[in-house]
C-alpha cells in the first residue's frame, strides 16, 4: 500500500489512495498506521477518492472520522494539484465541498462560513465546560478559551475533560488563545481524536474568528501555532479562509509484514 506523508505547518497527515486499499480501513488498523513508532506516524489519514468529483475522507488517529480538517484539506488540495498539475480544484468533504488555490507551497482554500452555535453544543444544568469559552461550529466543534497562560498549559491534562464534556455529545476540538497584537494570536490545540498536535487549521480558524468575535483583534489574523504561522480572512458573515505552507515529506510503501499485521487487526 502506498502512501505520501505531509504536513500543514507542523501538521502530519498520511495521503492514501482509496485504490490503494483492499477495503476500507478499519479504527484499529487506523490507530497503528498514525502511531508515531509502531507506524508510519501522523495526526490523521486522508483517503483521497480514486473517482471523480475529487473526494477526501479523514480519519483522525483513534479511527473517528473528521467533518473537516483545514490543514488536512489543504494537504489534500496540494496533493491533487502536484497530481493532476492544477491550479485550483474543489474538492468534497464530510462537510460539504470546500474550493482550493495554489501557489508555490501556499493552499488557500474557502472554508465556508463559521457558525457560533449548532447541533454539536448542548449546554444544560452542570458547570460549564470552561469559564468564557466561545463555541464555534465550522462542520466540526470547536470550543475556544482565551487563556493568557496558554504557552505553559498542561494540554494532556485540560483538554482531554474538555473534548468529552457532556454538552458536545460529538466531542469537540479545544484551542487556547491570546491576542499577540491587532491581528495576530497565539493558539495551542487538544484536537478531538487525536490530541496535541502542532497545529491545526479548522482550529486556528476557530480561534481567529473567537478572537475577532470578541473584538480582540481584526481580520486578517496571523495564528501562530508549534508549527507555524496561518493566516485566517474573516468575513463580516463569518465566511473563511485559511491560508499556509503545506510540504511533502515523504513517500513509500508499507512493507507487506506489516501490512499483514494490519490485517490481523
Request: charged share 25%; aromatic share 6%.
Amino acid at each position: 500500500m502506498r502512501f505520501e506523508k505531509w504536513h500543514g505547518a507542523g501538521n502530519a497527515y498520511l495521503v492514501i489512495e482509496e485504490a490503494e486499499l483492499r477495503h476500507e480501513l478499519r479504527p484499529a488498523q487506523v490507530t497503528r498506521i498514525c502511531h508515531p513508532d509502531l507506524g508510519a506516524g501522523s495526526d490523521g489519514i486522508l483517503v483521497i477518492a480514486a473517482t471523480a468529483p475529487q473526494r477526501v475522507r479523514i480519519l483522525n488517529p483513534d479511527g473517528s472520522e473528521a467533518e473537516f480538517s483545514g490543514n488536512g484539506t489543504r494537504i489534500a488540495v496540494g496533493y491533487l494539484a502536484r497530481r493532476d498539475r492544477l491550479k485550483e480544484l474543489t474538492i468534497d468533504t464530510l462537510k460539504g465541498p470546500v474550493s482550493g488555490t495554489i501557489d508555490g507551497n501556499m493552499v488557500t482554500v474557502d472554508a465556508g462560513s463559521a457558525a457560533l452555535d449548532g447541533a454539536d453544543h448542548v449546554p444544560s444544568d452542570g458547570p460549564a465546560p470552561a469559564p468564557g469559552y466561545r463555541f464555534v461550529n465550522l462542520g466540526n466543534p470547536h470550543c475556544v478559551i482565551r487563556d493568557p497562560a496558554v504557552d505553559g498549559l498542561d494540554l494532556a491534562a485540560v483538554g482531554p475533560p474538555i473534548e468529552r464534556h457532556p454538552w458536545f455529545p460529538n466531542r469537540t476540538n479545544v484551542e487556547f488563545y491570546r491576542p499577540l497584537g491587532e491581528r495576530s494570536i497565539r493558539m495551542r490545540v487538544w484536537e478531538r481524536g487525536a490530541g496535541e498536535t502542532m497545529s491545526s487549521g479548522s482550529g486556528s480558524i476557530a480561534a481567529a474568528v473567537a478572537a475577532v468575535v470578541a473584538g480582540d483583534v481584526r481580520s486578517p489574523v496571523t495564528v501562530h501555532t508549534d508549527g507555524g504561522r496561518l493566516t485566517v480572512e474573516i468575513g463580516a458573515d463569518l465566511a473563511v479562509r485559511l491560508t499556509g505552507p503545506v510540504e511533502p515529506v515523504v513517500g513509500g510503501r508499507f512493507e507487506d509484514s506489516f501490512m499483514a499485521t494490519l490485517e490481523a487487526l
